[in-house]
């Protein structure tokens, strides 16, 4: 058998380009003893992805150069020696990398056992995005009942969801997104109170006119100008939970800080970094959560996949282009 | 009797200049019913007076243009007309503004009955500067013994108390200070930890040589660089402190957001504004506390006293132009 993979050979500054990547062909050679072999049928693909690609201390260490891309994965495990915690047939989400089929002891993967949910939202709602916005907004935005909530990227995988559940927990919620047709799509189908397109509207504006009592929480997954819109417009003792900022992700220069940073002060207000791994103990308990959710039709998800490795970095610059709508997967 | 005082006439941007203030007398009518005669001793500078010339929405409404410019004071009563709140020879601390006598009907005024302490005291550690330092530490900073703690404008009239409280409670404290002078103060003085001349040493390799585990609590009342330096030493779950941001008050361009806010994001960390007036119910609990540890010799502080309301413009520019140690007051 062949394995086709993608591995990292440059470090990019600014967009990755092409020869970011290499893609590389081998011959699968015999498995351990202990070991699995896992066919990886979606690769999940996150903004997050462009972060581990820099050599600078962060949550998680950078990918190393001449190694397989990291990535989120869901497969079959195809062959097992010697191993009992898995058997032949079960379908594993963990982190495989970009390639097309993987190798582990089985550590950092989970079966998944679940046959009410389509496999790939294992990478969607009820996998890394999922457990972000469940954990970021509820024990880090700390909602309640009758809250101003205002969330970015709300077309995105985590925006989404964020969204919607906080419409669940009595929220009002403002969504930004952008495009008439994301737009449409994050009140229409995922039903938020109101939404803001920030390639067309004034986004100060519009704050003005769907919130002028002011917002209660933001849940950040941009950063830049639209960070300083929503600190600007800050109600007492607010919360900004800080997702990510995959508008700076791929700077050149220096980020962009927060010009109206002294709203906090203003405000008593809070700006708070999270990273859903911190989470991790408690996942079950929210994969149970939002699995009763989609029973109840109470929430929708959205993929957009892609298909084949081969198109894996077309694919990737969808993350940062707009291009994409909801969970961005590449499917095997 | 004639009253002097300085009516703010003019919005400044950026320095404020000498016609900012107009500077006024006037002959002291007789008090009304309810009334009470202040003659003023000493009046309070602080940095937050300059964002209360803005006319921007803030924690307090601003100055209006045409009336007395805002600052904290001690005084003696001198006439009551009918108030069995006070009589004449209470000293008082309140808001009377920057003029030599003031009227009121005492609401914002409470009577100063300690004699352990002198009375100028009330406007500095035992006043405005000492609840934001008391409060800022101990309650948004939650510092803990074995915490480290970075302190900005480290030998001003806040946080030169923001340090010496942190030593009590067990932590190691590292200043921030301009100059060979006062970081000689904030050392050997005050009994920081370390101290940083942001004048003359690099801040970055400085943290880097004096807490190469990172930092707990950061206590900002500059913002700029500086507080992007803090950000980059963050240890997990640290804390900062917005209580002011000096270097960016008398901007005439937009405010310098902190670049390395995603740093929130890697450390978990919170970045979180204060108001000291948030705290009012609890002032005569630390004003206990704080009296007691200058009583136990356990706290020192400093102040840098100028003399005569026609030298209020020259004296309050030393606020920003860093030419004073500790609190500055003006006497009368």
Redesign the interface.
């Known amino acids: 058998m062949i394995n086709k993979k993608m591995i990292l050979v440059n470090r990019p500054t600014g967009i990755p380009e092409k020869n970011t990547w290499s893609f590389e062909e081998e011959l699968i050679s015999e498995i351990k003893d202990g070991q699995i072999l896992i066919k990886q049928q979606y690769i999940s693909l996150d903004p997050a992805m462009r972060g581990w690609m820099n050599n600078s201390?962060?949550?998680i260490p950078p990918v190393e150069i001449g190694t397989v891309m990291r990535a989120g994965t869901v497969g079959e495990v195809i062959q097992v020696n010697n191993n009992t915690n898995f058997k032949v047939g079960d379908f594993v989400s963990g982190w495989g990398g970009v390639q097309e089929y993987s190798i582990s002891d089985g550590k950092n993967y989970s079966i998944i056992k679940d046959k009410n949910n389509p496999i790939h939202r294992y990478l969607g709602a009820l996998g890394m995005p999922g457990m972000t916005a469940y954990f970021g907004i509820i024990n880090e935005g700390k909602i309640k009942s009758g809250d101003i909530v205002l969330v970015s990227a709300a077309a995105g995988a985590v925006g989404s969801l964020v969204g919607q559940i906080a419409k669940i927990k009595g929220c009002k919620v403002i969504g930004i997104a952008g495009g008439n047709e994301k737009c449409k799509y994050v009140k229409e189908q995922l039903g938020f109170d109101e939404v803001i397109d920030y390639k067309n509207d004034n986004i100060y504006s519009s704050l003005k006119k769907y919130c002028p009592e002011g917002i209660d929480v933001y849940f950040d997954n941009v950063?830049g100008e639209i960070l300083?819109a929503a600190l600007a417009k800050l109600r007492m003792n607010a919360r900004i939970v800080?997702?990510?900022?995959i508008s700076?992700y791929n700077n050149t220069s220096?980020?962009?800080?927060?010009?109206?940073?002294?709203?906090?002060?203003?405000?008593?207000?809070?700006?708070?970094?999270?990273?859903v791994f911190?989470y991790k103990n408690d996942y079950p308990m929210a994969i149970n959560q939002i699995s009763e959710w989609f029973n109840q039709g109470k929430l929708k998800s959205n993929e957009s996949i892609f298909e084949g490795i081969d198109n894996f970095y077309e694919t990737f610059l969808k993350l940062f282009n707009g291009n994409k709508r909801g969970k961005l997967i590449l499917k095997l």
């Open positions: 201390k962060s949550y950063g300083d800080i997702c990510g900022a700076q220096r980020t962009k800080g927060p010009s109206n940073y002294l709203s906090l002060l203003v405000n008593r207000a809070t700006m708070k970094g999270m990273v911190d």
